[in-house]
């Protein structure tokens, strides 16, 4: 099973682009902060990831403004055939409201 799902800030979007095919793709850098429990101890995990959507996905992304904060559901896949380097490839993207204090 290859399932992801995380809250993120959108922190960085590229321009909608189309494959050869005519399919609207976009990239985009996601950054979640946030804690988890690991052998019993709390653990705090921050990161930045590469994602990409494609089809209608892609048009709801892009526009999204920067620093939205987004729920987000997808897999993991090579950048490339044959690469280590991997990116999260969103199936489904639920916008939050932000936590205002």
Do not use: C, D, W
Request: charged share 20%; net charge positive.
């Amino acid at each position: 099973m290859n399932q992801v799902g995380l809250r993120a800030s959108l922190v960085e979007i590229q321009p909608l682009r189309y494959t050869p095919a005519g399919v609207p793709v976009i990239e985009m850098q996601l950054e979640h902060a946030g804690e988890v429990i690991e052998a019993g101890k709390a653990r705090r995990i921050n990161m930045t990831l590469t994602a990409l959507a494609m089809g209608e996905l892609a048009y709801q992304l892009a526009a999204q403004p920067l620093g939205s904060e987004l729920e987000v559901f997808g897999f993991l896949a090579p950048t490339r055939k044959g690469s280590s380097r991997l990116r999260l490839h969103l199936q489904q993207v639920k916008p939050q409201p932000r936590n205002e204090f």
